[in-house]
């Protein structure tokens, strides 16, 4: 498969639905190990509980790992017919880096495929995500995507010429989620020369991103006094410029889960709220404000 980079060693888990792109993924890493014998695979399914025939996914993924002889990690939590998206994807993650850390792997594979890519830049585009969620979607040095540059198209050719079997996702045809919403009816209005134009624009902004995102790193570390901001510095920045330090600043922190509320709440407070105040962090954290810096308290308790 064109366009796909794989380890020749390491211990990685495999995140895997049961859906054609997971066992497709599953497939390609399994025939790749079987002339890499460093390499070592661990297959992780979570049962979201969103169906009642949500089981019968685990039952096929359980028997495809035990087919390749591969270990097979998974959880059943209960979230629900009504679950958003997104909850069900935060839950899914949280069971991805879990695993990992109890395998000992050194990261985990996803099925995200080229489709994927183009669909979470539209949805993050109407969500009003920024320069960033353009861009979400991509490798991270604990979870890798090697299929970002290969079509829907192509994994389902792979799948059917190598007689794979899959599950299909009755909730993947239901249109009051969004991303299928994007996927029946916007995506497939485009053209090839649409799609790809619209792939150089992200993979442009890419790297534009990471150029930015270098910069604001080494601006928050040339500040006065490390783990603060010198807030007349702070307070002298443009608005939206502010919120991208902020931002950069709570991910240096490894202050996750943000929201775009919190952080316009925070940069509000940083530029007007008294010295001596704190203001609530999602995780345990908060932002204190003083006359002359910023700074930010992890919460023991």
Same mark, same amino acid.
């Given at each position: 498969m064109e366009g796909v980079t794989l380890p020749s060693r390491g211990k990685y888990g495999v995140a895997v639905s049961g859906g054609i792109d997971s066992v497709a993924l599953l497939h390609l890493l399994h025939e790749h190990s079987q002339t890499h014998r460093q390499l070592h695979l661990v297959v992780a399914h979570l049962d979201h509980g969103m169906r009642p025939d949500s089981d019968e996914d685990r039952r $096929?993924?359980?028997?495809?790992? @035990? /087919?390749?002889?591969?270990? $097979?990690? @998974?959880? #059943?939590? +209960?979230?629900?017919?009504?679950? /958003? =998206?997104?909850?069900? #994807?935060?839950? #899914?993650?949280? $069971?991805?880096? @879990?695993?990992?850390?109890?395998? @000992?792997?050194?990261?985990? $594979?996803? *099925?995200?495929?080229?489709?994927?890519? %183009? =669909?979470? *830049? %539209?949805? +993050?585009? %109407?969500?009003?995500?920024? #320069?960033?969620?353009?861009?979400?979607?991509? +490798?991270r040095p604990s979870l890798l995507r090697p299929l970002l540059a290969v079509p829907k198209t192509e994994l389902q050719a792979y799948a059917q010429t190598h007689n794979l079997s899959w599950r299909e996702d009755s909730t993947n045809q239901d249109d009051t989620y969004l991303r299928n919403y994007i996927r029946h009816h916007i995506v497939p209005r485009f053209s090839v020369t649409d799609r790809r134009h619209l792939l150089i624009i992200i993979n442009n902004l890419t790297s534009v991103n990471q150029a930015l995102d270098e910069l604001l790193t080494k601006q928050l570390k040339e500040q006065t006094t490390p783990g603060t901001v010198t807030r007349l510095w702070f307070n002298n920045l443009p608005h939206a410029v502010a919120k991208e330090v902020l931002a950069a600043w709570l991910r240096d922190q490894s202050v996750a889960n943000f929201d775009k509320k919190t952080l316009e709440q925070l940069v509000i407070a940083a530029k007007t709220g008294r010295p001596g105040r704190r203001y609530p962090i999602k995780g345990k954290w908060n932002l204190k404000v003083e006359t002359t810096h910023l700074a930010l308290l992890h919460l023991e308790r």
């Open positions: $096929f993924v359980q028997a495809l790992a @035990h /087919s390749y002889g591969l270990p $097979f990690e @998974h959880e #059943r939590i +209960n979230l629900g017919p009504g679950a /958003s =998206e997104a909850v069900a #994807r935060e839950a #899914r993650y949280q $069971f991805l880096y @879990h695993t990992k850390q109890k395998v @000992h792997a050194d990261a985990i $594979f996803t *099925a995200h495929h080229q489709d994927d890519l %183009i =669909e979470t *830049a %539209i949805i +993050n585009l %109407i969500r009003g995500s920024g #320069r960033r969620g353009l861009t979400s979607l991509a +490798n």
